[in-house]
C-alpha cells in the first residue's frame, strides 16, 4: 500500500470502493457463493469499462493505465477488492492480457486483447505448479505446422469459466506458451471444491489438443523470462488483494474490541489483548511494506523482482493467515460462526497463501538464491528436517 498517491490513483481507489460497496456488498458474496461462475458475467464487464482489465496492455493495443505505472495502479484495485472479499477473476485475466500484449506477436492476438479489455471474455493462466511456473506438465510436441499439447495442469483460476487458456509447455527447444479456446477439441476443464465462496477453480486436461503456429504466444528461448515475470505479476496483484482483506479485518476487529464490553470495560481495554493488536498491527505494517516493494520491483522490471515477490510471498503466506485467525478469536464465539462476515476474509486469505507457491516454497527459493540449499538436513522452506510447514 502506497502512503502517497497521486490524484488520479486515488480517484481510482475511490471509484473503485464506491462500485464494489454499490454493487458487490458482503451480502452479494454470500449470494454468488451458490453461482457455478462464483460472478456475474456483466458486473465483470461492469469493472472492465473501470479500467480493472487493460492496466497491463501496452498502449498501442488500447490499454492504459490512469499514472502510467500500470502495475501499482491494478495492485490499487487489487487491495480494494481484497477489503470486501470481491469475486472474478481479476489476476489470471491481468496476466493472460499483459501476455499476450507483450508477445512479439501481440498484433494477431488483438481481437482477444480486446475482448479481455471489454470484460466481454475472461481467460485463464495455465502454467506450472506452486512457485515454479516452469515446473508444468504439459508436452508440446512439433506435428506439421503446428503443435500437439497433453499433460494436466491444477490448481487453474477461473479455468472452467474462462473462454481462452494461456497454456505453458515443455518442447524439445524450451519451454512455450500457447493461446488455446477453453472449448477446443481435446480440452477437458473438471470444477475442484474449494475453500474461498467465490473463487473458482479447476484441473484442464489437455489429450492431444492440436494448435496452429498461430497459437504460438511466446516460443523457446523468450518463454522462461516471460513465465518468470507473468508469475511475478500474479504474485503481487494476489498479495496486494490479501492486504487489503487483512487490513480490513483488522479494522473491524478493533472497532469490535472497543465496542464490545466485559466486566464493565472495552474489551480494548485490556493489556493482554493490547499485546495481540500490537503484534497484529506489526504483522500487517511488514506486509505492507514487503508487498509494496515487491510491486514497484516487479512494476520497474528490477533484477531484484523475483527476490522480493518471494520475501513477501514468504512473509505474508506465513502471517496474513494468523492474523485473520486471532481476529477470529477476538470475537469470541460469534468469530466461528457462518453468520459473521469474518470466515470470508479467512478462507481468501487461506487460499491466496497456498496458490503461487506456499511459505517453504518460497523460502526455498529465497534459500537458493542466496546459495544456502538444504543446511544439515534441514529443509530451509521450514527449518526442519521432517519437512514440516506452517
Known sequence: ???????????????????LA???????????????????????????????????VPEAFGGGSVSGEGLADLALVAEEMGR????????????VAAALGSS????????VIDALMAGTATAAWCAGRGADPLSGSVRAERE????????????????????HLLVGALTDEGPAQFLVPGDAPGVTVTPRGGLDLVRRFATVDLARVAVDGGAVVTGPGVSGPALDRQFQLACVLQLSETMGAIDRVLEFTV????????????????????????????????????????????????STAGELVSVAKAYVGAHAPELVQDCVQMHGGIGVTWDHDIHLY?????????????????????????????????DPGTGSSDGSSR
Request: hydrophobic letters at 40%; proline letters at 6%; charged letters at 20%.
Open 84 to 95: 470486501t472479499v470481491a469475486p472474478g477473476p481479476l489476476v489470471p485475466v491481468n496476466v
Open 255 to 302: 472497532e469490535w474490541a472497543f465496542d464490545r464490553y466485559s466486566f464493565g470495560r472495552p474489551l480494548a481495554s485490556y493489556q493482554a489483548l493490547k499485546h495481540r493488536f500490537a503484534d497484529m498491527r506489526l504483522w500487517l505494517e511488514a506486509s505492507m511494506a514487503t508487498t509494496t516493494a515487491a510491486v514497484r520491483a516487479v512494476g520497474a522490471g528490477s
Open 22 to 56: 454499490d454493487t458487490c456488498p458482503l451480502t452479494e458474496v454470500r449470494r454468488l457463493a451458490d453461482r457455478p461462475g462464483g460472478f456475474e458475467p456483466g458486473w465483470w464487464a461492469q469493472g472492465a469499462e473501470l479500467g480493472w482489465t487493460s492496466m497491463l
Open 104 to 111: 512479439p506477436r501481440a498484433a494477431e492476438f488483438g481481437p
Open 1 to 19: 500500500m502506497e502512503l502517497q498517491l497521486s490524484d488520479d490513483q486515488e480517484l481510482l481507489r475511490q471509484t473503485t470502493q464506491r462500485f
Open 144 to 163: 506439421g505446422g503446428g503443435f500437439v499439447l497433453s499433460g494436466s495442469v491444477a490448481p487453474v483460476e477461473a479455468g472452467a469459466e474462462a473462454a
Open 346 to 378: 479467512l478462507r481468501r486469505v487461506t487460499v491466496n497463501a497456498e496458490i503461487y507457491g506456499t511459505v517453504a516454497e518460497h523460502r526455498r527459493r529465497l534459500a537458493a538464491l542466496d546459495g544456502l540449499g538444504g543446511h544439515n538436513g534441514a
